[in-house]
């Protein structure tokens, strides 16, 4: 199929929103941008338009869908039973890249959920997928409009490379300004429990949820056949071709480490560039935790570019956006953790 092109950056903006929501509203699919990734837009309501994402992504069917919502009427047609703590964190992190877990509504469609009787809801703060919702009057399911598998998308060429034909159309603006996915809350139980970490961090959280637990999956490789609370978690994600490794150490013993190896990439920090002294492409500050997220999916759709067998890359903080980093890079080693 042709994937329609709305440039939101030079172009006619408001007739992009009425022809994207048109496109929503028939049951086809969007990839437009959110502050956090590029997302992959389905009417929450339709399983036709779901499956569509599902296919297009090559997504495993157990792995359910944020629903992305624009006002708190919204909320309650896609959630119920909402507890107080819910609305007080609403109040305090949205809009923005917080996604909580909830008690779902047969309003949404059941693909959404994988099955589950909850479902995930955010309220963006980027215009433009806002102006989708509001023009649609649709609750939008979007996971990141990538490859399964691949990198999430932090610019709308990364959309193209992986699904230009393969959907209607693409929403192109300007590159996420998070760059990393939403944190994700479970606020259904019996105490809130982080389910993978994003830009409202732990600390952040545990200011209005002071009970959260933290899931254990977060950090860890789940056993086999595990029963995981977010299914997101037990794939394999992010990963370039490259074989990665992730490597915990000061500057000067993580360049002494990668220094000594043949044939690869120091995946590192800006502050350890005068130090490396083989291939290093440099993701960020680390005086600065939020560079690194803007930068670390780019940065691993770039390793492969550089044909080494091997990327090492430098481990950020597990404290603050930190261990939203982590976490994303602890998966694209496989779990394979180096340390020094
Ligand atoms: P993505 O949209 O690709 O960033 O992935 C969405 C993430 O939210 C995945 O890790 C899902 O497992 C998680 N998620 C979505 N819906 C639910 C739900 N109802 N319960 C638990 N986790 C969910
Ligand atoms: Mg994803």
Redesign the pocket.
């Known amino acids: 199929m042709e994937t329609k092109r709305f440039d939101i950056l030079s172009g006619d903006y408001e007739s992009a929103v009425k022809e994207a929501s048109a496109i929503l509203i028939a049951d086809g699919i969007v990839a437009l941008p959110t502050e956090t990734v590029y997302g992959l837009a389905a009417s929450a309501y339709s399983d036709g338009a779901i499956k569509k994402v599902f296919t297009a992504k090559g997504r495993p069917q157990d792995?359910?869908?944020?629903v992305h919502i624009s006002n708190m009427d919204m909320l309650k047609v896609v959630a119920k039973d909402i507890p107080e703590c819910a609305y007080k964190c609403a109040e305090k992190f949205w809009p923005g890249p917080l996604?909580m877990?909830l008690k779902k509504t047969d309003k949404v469609a059941k693909s959404v959920?994988a099955g589950?009787d909850?479902?995930?809801v955010r309220m963006p703060y980027e215009k433009s997928i806002r102006d989708i919702i509001d023009c649609s009057g649709l609750p939008l399911a979007?996971?990141?409009a990538n490859i399964s598998g691949a990198p999430?998308p932090t610019t709308y060429k990364h959309c193209l490379k992986d699904l230009d034909g393969k959907i209607d159309a693409i929403v192109m603006g300007n590159d996420c300004e998070v760059g990393v996915?939403s944190t994700?809350v479970?606020l259904f139980g019996s105490k809130p429990r982080l389910?993978?970490p994003g830009a409202v961090t732990l600390e952040e959280l545990k200011t209005v949820l002071p009970d959260i637990e933290v899931d254990k999956a977060i950090l860890k490789e789940p056993e086999k056949d595990a029963k995981v609370?977010?299914?997101?978690?037990k794939y394999k994600h992010y990963a370039p071709k490259t074989d990665a490794f992730l490597v915990e150490g000061d500057s000067e013993n993580y360049a002494k480490f990668v220094n000594e190896k043949e044939n690869a990439l120091a995946l590192c920090f800006n502050e350890d560039l005068p130090l490396i002294t083989v291939k290093a492409l440099a993701y960020g500050t680390k005086a600065d935790e939020k560079t690194l997220a803007k930068n670390v999916f780019a940065a691993l759709r770039n390793v492969d570019s550089f044909g080494v067998s091997e990327v090492y890359i430098h481990a950020p903080s597990k404290s603050g956006v930190g261990l939203a980093v982590y976490n994303r890079l602890i998966r694209a080693a496989a779990f394979r953790v180096i340390e020094l």
Do not use: D, F, H, K
């Not at 792995?63 to 944020?66: E, H, S, Y």
């Open positions: 792995n359910p869908l944020i996604t877990v959920s589950l909850t479902v995930a979007a996971p990141s999430s996915e994700v479970a389910l993978r609370a977010s299914p997101g978690m």
